[in-house]
């Protein structure tokens, strides 16, 4: 597939460090990467002269694909199941069963499904955290799903070495070794597909490992140069762990024990915390992914992201799994993301649309260290954006401001054109290599499966 082109006409929303509009004007892009954006005439002589496709964008905006920082693209096959429960009742109830009956064939149906439904939302990066490994060679499944689709990923391998004492079933629980073992190999099978695929570790949460676990994951990470990421002060279920459990004072001291704190730590969901955590954050650098859905979904409250953002904590985006949110639509994420923030704050300047696009594009790529590559349109980074047309949809028409508009009243199907390393994936609104009806019957069809199988277990 050519990963070359340019567009004019158009107005490119480049998200840089200036917040430029590029009005009027156009982009090009060649072998995946953006080489020019400039005024119309000088596109145009480019592509002639290099005979590059070339896509009129009159009417049209172009964005920064955006970055969905925590996604669980399995759970897509459990949408719906976990209505109406807290983090708590929901986990077992949901999750359990699903996570390990989980079969090769499951996956590979939830990873295309889902990255096909984030791809029509606008998204060009997702942090996938699989954290569901009941049979071996589960990881390449969902990495071989997701670049079939297109997507970029940052794939991170999920993974718990404790529990069994609490009824955590043992088929789910592995030796951290084994588990970097696997993302040795990992790294190397898929070498040639740098930046296309690349990793994070990511265990599963303060229950879930003991302190060896996480001071071995500290380790790794130092010794590869992997980051982490981790779901942290979800609820307060961590400071109950960490002094019942571990006999600390909370949460914070026992991750500051383990030496998990860096500014290679991805931090997901972070609700019950005050300045103390907050603090410790700014001082070792670690990121947060906020998923507001998935936290007014399973009621676990509302993520102090005002006060991160004031302290100048990078936050980025994300959906988290479709059983605790029902979509990979990062457009939804964001209006929410806003409408929470300025309720929350009874101030409609503490979360503006432009903040909101920022986290979900260049403080997003951040968050995944990959600020270099993606999260805005600037020379010499990925050709990766998406192509927003306010008059696709009654929803998002007409368009005063494309910034407000593509937050507040966006919908997939204003978005007309997703292009992911320089390749076309979503053309004029119809994907170019799969037929997306098709994969989501086959989604449904692994959906049901599977459950059946829980039912006869």
């Not at 090009?28 to 002269?49: D, L, P, S, T």
């Not at 951290?176 to 990793?199: C, G, P």
């Not at 409250?301 to 988290?320: A, E, F, H, Q």
Request: proline content about 3%; hydrophobic content about 40%; glycine content about 8%.
């Amino acid at each position: 597939m050519k990963r070359t082109g340019a567009i004019v006409n158009t107005t490119l929303i480049t998200m840089d460090p200036q917040r430029k509009r590029a009005e009027q004007g156009g982009m090009v892009w060649e072998e995946g990467e953006i080489v020019f954006i400039g005024e119309n005439q000088a596109v145009k002589r480019w592509a002639q002269q290099k005979k590059l496709p070339l896509i009129d964008g009159t009417g049209r905006y172009v964005f920064p694909g955006l970055v969905n920082t925590h996604m669980h693209l399995f759970q897509n096959l459990l949408k719906g199941l976990g209505a109406d429960l807290t983090l708590e009742a929901w986990w077992p109830s949901t999750i359990k069963p699903a996570a390990m009956l989980l079969e090769a064939k499951h996956l590979q149906a939830a990873a295309v499904g889902g990255t096909l439904e984030a791809i029509r939302g606008g998204s060009t990066t997702l942090v996938d955290y699989m954290y569901a490994h009941p049979q071996e060679g589960l990881s390449e499944v969902l990495i071989d799903a997701v670049s079939q689709v297109g997507a970029r990923l940052m794939y991170a391998r999920g993974y718990r070495n404790t529990g069994a004492d609490y009824g955590f079933p043992k088929v789910l629980i592995e030796r951290t070794k084994d588990v970097f073992s696997e993302i040795n190999r990992l790294q190397r099978d898929y070498e040639e597909k740098q930046q296309m695929v690349s990793f994070m570790l990511a265990p599963a949460a303060v229950w879930a490992l003991d302190a060896s676990g996480l001071m071995d994951t500290r380790g790794f990470a130092d010794e590869a140069g992997i980051p982490i990421t981790m779901h942290m002060f979800e609820t307060k279920t961590d400071n109950v762990v960490c002094r019942e459990r571990f006999g600390v004072k909370d949460a914070l001291s026992f991750f500051k024990q383990t030496r998990l704190l860096g500014d290679d730590l991805l931090a997901v969901h972070v609700v019950d915390v005050g300045a103390r955590e907050l603090d410790a954050f700014l001082e070792y650098g670690v990121k947060v992914s906020h998923n507001p859905v998935a936290n007014m979904y399973l009621a676990s409250g509302i993520s102090p992201v005002i006060d991160m953002l004031k302290r100048n904590i990078v936050v980025g985006l994300g959906t988290d799994g479709a059983a605790s949110n029902n979509t990979t639509d990062m457009l939804e994420t964001m209006k929410i993301t806003a409408l929470l923030h300025k309720t929350a704050a009874l101030d409609p300047t503490a979360m503006t649309a432009d903040k909101v696009l920022g986290m979900a594009t260049i403080e997003g790529a951040k968050a995944i260290h990959m600020e270099e590559y993606v999260g805005s349109l600037e020379v010499g980074k990925k050709a990766d954006f998406f192509v927003f047309y306010p008059d696709g949809c009654g929803k998002s028409s007409p368009c005063h401001d494309p910034v407000a508009s593509l937050v507040y009243s966006s919908g997939q199907q204003s978005i007309e054109t997703v292009v992911i390393d320089g390749r076309t994936i979503l053309d004029k609104g119809k994907f170019v290599d799969l037929d997306e009806h098709e994969a989501y019957e086959r989604q449904s069809n692994m959906a049901r499966d599977l459950m059946q199988k829980i039912q006869e277990a």
